[in-house]
């Protein structure tokens, strides 16, 4: 009976698409306040800031973290995690301060494509032709966006790209990760061990923020934690094929607000490189969600 109630909580597409559209507009307020606070304030600091202001968001998930049981090698893969989330964090604001929002949601869509190489770089996972295609796709709308050689490839730029990188190793590792502990316990681990990886490159040039600046990092904090949260809730409510595509209107809302509040113009083949990701990154999830119905033994038959 329990079974069944998971089965058709799992199977709400609509549901699954209106969470993955709230989060998509959580995801864009982020990028958006970013560039609202400008670069002022140092990237690393403004990742700190971030990260030490959402720590509040912790308070729930304290009891279950205090509950975990961490070896030394969870902590070291923990650390290993947080070393590679920070330096990406820090990459990440620093290209918001120097590049247009439509690119950097575009490239960032780069990072399942990552994760997929990593995998089958790191942990032998096999690639099928068709995923193989779609990750040649995927790196070809990477081309398109940057242009290089037809216009010069900014800091901001080389930045999304290496920010890219580390997220995926981060989320490869996080995907170890979930397999031992919690989600609720990842997460947490994640903010706290972020925060302390940031603290000396913050601390290496300070520069005293303003009320008005922590209020929209603060912000920014609060959208950030949503916009996770309410994704875990769309994948709840709906496979990853089904939800996935949604994903594609953060670029949208990132050319729209760009061009009515940053001044920044709509790039066409920015829009058109990130149409190639997403419809890769789509097919990837779509080619996921259909192996693992393959090997999950459908409802009545037995389990080994």
Known sequence: MAETTQTAQANRPLVGVLWMLVTGLCFVMVTALVKHVGGRIPAAETAFLRYFLGLVFLVPMLRPLFAARLDRRMIGLFSLRGAAHALGV?????????????EVTALNFMNPVYVTLGAALLFGERIAARR???????LVGGLIILRPGFRTIEPGHYAMIGTALLFAASYLIAGRLAARVKPVVVVAMLSITVTIGLAPFAAANWV?????????????????????????????????????????????????????F?????????????????????????????LKRRVTPAMGEPRQ
């Open 208 to 260: 005293t923020p303003t009320p008005t600046e922590l209020f929209w990092l603060f912000g920014v904090a609060a959208f950030a934690t949503a916009g996770h949260y309410t994704m875990t809730l769309a994948f709840a409510s709906a496979p990853m094929a089904v939800t996935q595509p949604v994903t594609f209107l953060q670029l949208v809302w990132s050319v729209v607000i760009g061009a009515l």
């Open 132 to 138: 193989f295609i779609a990750i040649v796709a995927a």
């Open 90 to 102: 820090i990459l990440w604001f620093y290209a918001m301060a120097h590049i247009p929002m439509a």
């Open 262 to 290: 940053f001044g920044e113009p709509a790039d066409h083949w920015v829009i058109f490189g990130g149409a190639i990701i997403i419809s890769a990154v789509s097919f990837i999830a779509w080619r996921e969600a259909v």
